[in-house]
């Protein structure tokens, strides 16, 4: 079992930035990769983006490319989301993943709320 704790969520402006973090606990041996998603009010969650546990090559939406950095610390079993140019677009609750099979992410944390106001 890994268990996921996000943190960082806040009500800002657009433009602003925001950095969430996600502390994995647990199994965190057997992580293979680890995700951002999120789901708007109304929505389907979506991926955001994502990186590999050992190697950090990451991917993104196409819709945060280039304004959301995914990151992570190892040595705190860590994951990070850096987001810069927020719009109201990005109002959603953000959730943290983990994939231990290389293929399915099974572990999701409880969430963490972004409100963008314009």
């Known amino acids: 079992q890994v268990q996921l704790v996000e943190s960082g969520g806040s009500v800002v402006q657009a433009g602003d930035s925001l950095r969430l973090s996600c502390a994995a606990s647990g199994r965190t041996w057997n992580i293979y990769s680890m995700a951002w998603f999120r789901q708007a009010p109304g929505k389907e969650r979506e991926f955001v983006a994502g990186i590999r546990w050992i190697s950090g090559s990451t991917n993104y939406a196409d819709s945060v490319k280039g304004r959301f950095t995914i990151s992570r610390d190892s040595a705190k079993n860590t994951v990070y989301l850096q987001m810069n140019s927020l719009s109201p677009e990005d109002t959603a609750k953000y959730y943290c993943?983990?994939?231990?099979?290389?293929?399915?992410?099974?572990?999701w944390g409880q969430g963490t709320q972004v409100t963008v106001s314009s």
């Open positions: 993943a983990a994939d231990t099979s290389a293929g399915q992410y099974a572990y």
